[in-house]
């Protein structure tokens, strides 16, 4: 019955997965004080209520704003905050809305996605208390675009350009974007470019509709 939006008494599939799980790891799980619980009890109590560990917790809000991410995306706004990147990363590997996208040559994870489905749930609880969970969206942005401008351009993430073109006001994202061509150019990374730029453009397809966007420049 939480698992709102669908019509006659349907449920979404993915929520109920979730709280048929939910149910069975806590037998004493009371369904009638689900039922009368404000808010998202599933991301309320069974997300953030288990999230114990400092780092991971502070770090929430830049997870599910990127989504998916690499420790070098998330690393200055958590050190900004005096949070350990390391043992926020590592926090965040062990839980289980989230799943490692891809592996560095050691073996450990490398590139981290946030379930999409509760990535938009959790996004609404965090937005809502700004207090609780502190985000500065425009800073994490310019960091973001920071990242994409140095070092070798074939090594900068593809998460990195997604998400600093969406943070991004449109007259930033085409100053950045503009350099960034100049990168690609000099470095002759035509093969990394050509896998960046439709994901790019995707991002800044949602902008096209409401006003000033680069994606005639992407």
């Known amino acids: 019955e939480?698992?709102?939006?669908?019509?006659?008494?349907?449920?979404?599939?993915?929520?109920?997965?979730?709280y048929s799980d939910w149910?069975?790891?806590?037998?004493?799980?009371?369904?009638?004080d689900l039922?009368?619980?404000?808010?998202?009890?599933?991301?309320?109590?069974?997300?953030?209520g288990r999230l114990t560990d400092t780092d991971v917790r502070d770090a929430l809000p830049i997870a599910v704003e990127l989504g998916r991410f690499d420790q070098a995306m998330v690393e200055p706004s958590l050190v900004r905050r005096g949070i350990d990147p390391t043992a926020a990363f590592a926090g965040l590997v062990g839980?289980?809305?989230v799943s490692v996208v891809s592996y560095d040559t050691e073996g450990q994870p490398r590139v981290l996605e946030v379930n999409e489905h509760l990535r938009r749930r959790i996004r609404t609880l965090?937005?809502?208390?700004?207090?609780?969970?502190?985000l500065?969206?425009?800073?994490?942005?310019?960091?973001?675009?920071?990242?994409?401008?140095?070092?070798?351009?074939?090594?900068?993430p593809v998460e990195a350009v997604e998400s600093a073109v969406r943070l991004l006001a449109p007259d930033?994202?085409?100053?950045?974007?503009?350099r960034?061509?100049?990168r690609i150019t000099a470095a002759d990374a035509w093969a990394w470019a050509g896998q960046m730029t439709p994901r790019a453009a995707a991002v800044e397809v949602e902008r096209a509709g409401d006003g000033p966007t680069i994606l005639a420049a992407i």
């Open 2 to 18: 939480r698992a709102g939006g669908y019509a006659d008494g349907d449920v979404n599939p993915f929520d109920l997965s979730c």
């Open 180 to 182: 960034l061509e100049e």
């Open 35 to 48: 039922r009368t619980a404000p808010g998202d009890p599933y991301v309320e109590q069974r997300i953030l």
């Open 172 to 178: 930033q994202a085409g100053r950045m974007w503009a």
């Open 126 to 134: 965090v937005n809502s208390d700004p207090a609780r969970f502190p």
């Open 136 to 156: 500065d969206r425009h800073r994490l942005g310019m960091e973001l675009a920071d990242l994409v401008l140095r070092g070798a351009v074939e090594h900068v």
């Open 95 to 97: 839980q289980e809305w």
């Open 23 to 32: 149910a069975l790891s806590e037998p004493q799980l009371d369904p009638a």
